[in-house]
């Protein structure tokens, strides 16, 4: 069974994709064959796996638009087992033309689900904002997991996401469900952090807290030179940190 998973936030800066690129490193590292598909005009996820964006002859523009079919857009790493397609700043155009036609929450999940059998996860990245693009990630996944700094207003962002993922189980995809969250930006010696943990297991249940990303500078480094943190600093806390996270995704 291929595992379609969204990493979705509605905030910029949370972690989501360092969260979705080093994840899908890790469960390709375990010998698990991996799709990233970077659904943020952003192109984050592209430049962190060292694609150029743009210079990538066809991407999910294309694929959504109907103008490439989905063998064309899957492109290789340099990475055993991770394959992406690749995203572009022109990804904004796909948002503002059709968020006014019916049905096109379904596009990308018809487009990407007859295929999908070829790789055990199919992993999204989508951007910080909700809309056409974010719901289509949601529309098309079955587990979401929620990237999440231990702050003062984490909690009310958490609750506006649940909402948003009973909106799309009601509308579109009864099967989605949020699968965990992710500590990230984690201390766990702050008072914060320990009240809003305990929260998470009290409201979700323990088993749906996942283990935190520390603070840790190869992180954040790591795009610089396209690549992932397991490859730019194999020894690192957030290497380490991801690899036990991508360890409990891959067992549940
Ligand atoms: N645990 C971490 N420690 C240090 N820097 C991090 C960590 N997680 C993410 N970052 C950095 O923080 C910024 C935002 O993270 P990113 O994954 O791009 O968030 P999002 O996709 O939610 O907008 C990026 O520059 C990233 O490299
Ligand atoms: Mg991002």
Redesign the pocket.
Known sequence: MTRCIVFA?R?????????AVNTAHCLAAKGRKVLLIDI?PQA?ATISTGKNPGAQSRGIYDLLTGQAGLEETITRTDLKNLSIIPSSPDLTAFEIDFSTCKGSENILSEKILSRAMEFDYLIL?PP?TIGLLTVSALVAAQEVYI?MPMHFLAMEGLAEMMRLIYKVNALWNPELRMKGIIP???NKNTRLAKEITEDICKNFGKDRLLPG?????S??E??GYGKTVIEYAPQSS?AK?YMALAEKIDRK
């Open positions: 936030n905030k910029g800066g949370c972690g989501k994709t360092t969260s943020d984050h990245d910080p990237p990230t930006f984690f990303i520390r603070m840790n500078i992180l954040a790591a795009p957030g940190d």
